[in-house]
């Protein structure tokens, strides 16, 4: 049965779309099932290109220094988003980083020349960590999961404080600024303040750290049910008058898309990246999160409540459900957006031939449900929005 819509919902303004790139060997899965998927540049280019013609507004690089979960291979991702951003027109790139390992005003930096390189398309995802051994490996400090978090937050509000003043000083536990002013700043692109700070993580401590100070928060895969939850925490902690952004957070899941003609064909896909897990990475993976949410007191965060096969997908993106025909997806969708999601942060088995089917055949029957909802509840829906993301 189909849940109420929550007071976090947009339905006037269409849903966003985002791909994670493909940046690390391996693909989005821990399988030695068959993928198509390559993790270099020249597909990436192409991938990216296909992406922006079809819609997808965002691109989301991961941050990866050593072999974890069969990706034995990865590239850089705040340098792989540059080389994104410059074969592309309109894609935003969004690069995660690690707050252990960058000072917040190099990577302001760092930013602000990506940003003037691609006409102002730079965006972060600032993600708290929790591979301790590439912390160790470098001789980095390991702090516990909480203590993480107030890290992050000092370092989005040095972003944030570097990126729309001159003179910044901030000291903190972990940074200290004094009178800091960048030149060239980031884009000024009307309606942003500054490039998009997405933040990644799903513990309590993740949730009242992003309605602080995220622009985005960003979960991983999860049910419906589990997703009520995350908003609801974000939102509380937004409104307890420490929030350093001005517009309220917004939010983004992961979801695996496993899109076939028929559900039977869907699930039987699933059912073959599941059976051929690289079983000791993914046991691998399992040992390695728990210095995730299950280290913290209530024992709630990212792959907490994890199985095995959730796990084969390292974002829990089976979890979201979005397996099935494209109406069943499409139908899917539109139930996240009741819940108040703004964004879906999309994976697939064989990326450029599946996210192009997405593009193609998924996207314009979301687009057709959402004005659907908007009429049935009275309120206009912005599709020249949706025209153009459908057009970009
Ligand atoms: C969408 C998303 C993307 C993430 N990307 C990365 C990444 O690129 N590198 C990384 O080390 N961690 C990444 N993380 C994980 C975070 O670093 C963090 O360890 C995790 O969210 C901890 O969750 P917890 O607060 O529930 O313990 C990501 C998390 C999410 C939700």
Same mark, same amino acid.
């Given at each position: 049965?189909?849940?109420?819509?929550?007071?976090?919902?947009? !339905?006037?303004?269409?849903?966003?779309?985002?791909?994670?790139?493909?940046n690390?060997?391996?693909?989005?899965? %821990?399988?030695?099932?068959?993928q198509?998927?390559d993790?270099? &540049?020249s597909?990436?280019r192409?991938l990216?290109?296909?992406?922006?013609?079809?819609?997808?507004?965002?691109?989301?690089?991961?941050?990866?220094?050593?072999?974890s979960? @069969?990706?034995?291979?990865?590239?850089?991702?705040? +340098?792989?988003?540059?080389?994104?951003?410059?074969?592309?027109?309109?894609?935003k790139?969004?690069?995660? #980083?690690?707050?252990?390992?960058?000072?917040?005003?190099?990577?302001?930096k760092?930013?602000?020349?990506?940003? =003037?390189?691609?006409?102002?398309?730079?965006a *972060?995802?600032?993600?708290?960590?929790?591979?301790?051994?590439?912390?160790?490996?470098?001789?980095?400090?390991?702090l516990?999961?909480?203590?993480?978090?107030?890290?992050?937050?000092e370092?989005i509000?040095?972003?944030?404080?570097?990126?729309?003043?001159?003179?910044?000083t901030?000291?903190? $536990?972990?940074?200290?600024?004094?009178?800091?002013?960048?030149r060239?700043?980031?884009?000024?692109?009307?309606g942003?303040?500054?490039?998009?700070?997405?933040?990644?993580?799903?513990?309590?401590?993740?949730?009242?750290?992003? @309605?602080r #100070?995220?622009?985005?928060y960003f979960?991983?895969? $999860?049910?419906l049910e589990?997703?009520?939850?995350?908003?609801?925490?974000?939102?509380?902690?937004?409104?307890?008058? /420490?929030?350093?952004?001005?517009?309220?957070?917004?939010?983004?899941?992961?979801?695996?898309?496993i899109?076939? /003609?028929?559900?039977d064909?869907?699930?039987?896909? !699933?059912?073959? %990246?599941v059976?051929?897990?690289?079983?000791?990475?993914v046991?691998?993976? =399992?040992?390695? *999160?728990q210095?995730?949410g299950? +280290?913290?007191g209530?024992?709630?965060?990212?792959?907490?409540?994890s199985?095995?096969?959730?796990?084969?997908?390292?974002?829990?993106?089976?979890?979201?459900? !979005?397996?099935?025909?494209?109406?069943?997806?499409?139908?899917?969708?539109?139930?996240?957006?009741? =819940?108040? *999601?703004?964004? !879906?942060?999309t994976?697939?088995l064989?990326? =450029?031939?599946e996210?192009?089917?997405?593009g193609e055949?998924? &996207?314009?029957?979301v687009?057709? $449900?959402?004005?659907?909802?908007?009429?049935?509840?009275g309120?206009?829906?912005?599709d020249?929005?949706?025209?153009?993301?459908?057009?970009a």
């Open positions: 049965m189909a849940a109420p819509i929550s007071p976090a919902a947009d !339905l006037a303004s269409p849903l966003k779309f985002a791909y994670w790139v493909p690390v060997s391996g693909g989005l899965v %821990i399988s030695t099932v068959e198509r998927t993790w270099g &540049i597909y990436n192409t990216a290109q296909t992406a922006e013609r079809l819609g997808f507004e965002y691109a989301l690089t991961q941050t990866r220094y050593q072999a979960y @069969g990706a034995s291979e990865q590239h850089e991702a705040t +340098s792989f988003s540059l080389a994104l951003l410059l074969a592309t027109e309109r894609l790139v969004i690069s995660a #980083v690690h707050p252990g390992m960058w000072h917040p005003g190099v990577l302001a760092f930013i602000n020349t990506a940003d =003037q390189l691609s006409g102002g398309r730079a *972060v995802n600032v993600v708290s960590g929790w591979l301790k051994d590439e912390f160790t490996g470098f001789g980095l400090p390991w516990e999961h909480d203590e993480r978090y107030v890290r992050t937050d370092f509000r040095a972003l944030r404080g570097i990126w729309t003043r001159d003179d910044y901030q000291h903190g $536990r972990y940074y200290s600024i004094d009178g800091v002013s960048l060239p700043g980031p884009v000024d692109v009307p942003r303040a500054h490039p998009d700070v997405f933040f990644g993580g799903n513990s309590s401590a993740a949730q009242a750290t992003a @309605g #100070v995220a622009d985005w979960s991983n895969g $999860r049910s589990d997703y009520a939850d995350n908003v609801a925490g974000v939102i509380e902690a937004s409104r307890s008058g /420490d929030r350093s952004a001005p517009a309220a957070p917004r939010f983004g899941i992961n979801g695996f898309v899109a076939r /003609d028929t559900h064909e869907a699930v039987e896909q !699933l059912r073959e %990246i059976g051929n897990a690289h079983r000791p990475a046991e691998g993976f =399992q040992r390695s *999160v210095q995730a299950a +280290s913290t209530d024992r709630k965060g990212m792959w907490a409540d199985s095995f096969e959730d796990l084969v997908q390292y974002n829990d993106g089976f979890k979201t459900g !979005l397996i099935g025909t494209f109406d069943e997806i499409a139908d899917r969708i539109i139930e996240y957006k009741k =819940q108040g *999601v703004n964004l !879906l942060l994976a697939y064989h990326f =450029q031939e996210l192009t089917t997405f055949e998924i &996207i314009p029957r687009r057709e $449900r959402e004005a659907q909802l908007a009429r049935e509840n309120v206009e829906f912005r020249d929005e949706a025209a153009e993301a459908a057009a």
